[in-house]
C-alpha cells in the first residue's frame, strides 16, 4: 500500500516537473504540461493521452523505447494504476484498525 502511494507521488512529481509532450488525441501535436516545458505551476499538469482515458493498459514493457511510452501517456497510467490500487488498500486498513 504505501510503496503504490510512494510510486505513484513520485512519479506525479517527477513528470509535473520533466514529462515531455504527449499526443493526446492521436493527430500527432504534442501537448506539454511540464513545468520543464514553459507551464507555470498553475497550468502545469500531467498530460492524459485518449486511449489512457480509455483506461486501455500501455505498461512500459510493451512499448518500443522509454520515448514511445512517454509520448504515448506513460507516466498519466502509471500514476492512475497505482493511485487505483493504492487508495482502496489504504481504507481497508485503515477500517481494520479502528476496529481494534
Known sequence: MILTLLT???????????????????????VSGSLLYGNNII??????????????????????????????????ELIVSHQKNGFPMNCILIGVLSMN
Not at 485518449?50 to 506513460?74: K, M, Q, R
Open 8 to 30: 505513484a507521488t513520485s512519479v506525479f512529481i517527477i513528470a509535473f516537473i520533466v514529462a515531455p509532450p504527449v499526443d493526446i488525441d492521436g493527430i500527432r501535436e504534442p
Open 43 to 76: 497550468s502545469g499538469a500531467i498530460i492524459p493521452t485518449s486511449a489512457a482515458i480509455g483506461l486501455h493498459f500501455y505498461p512500459i514493457w510493451e512499448a518500443a523505447s522509454v520515448d514511445e511510452w512517454l509520448y504515448n501517456g506513460g507516466p498519466y
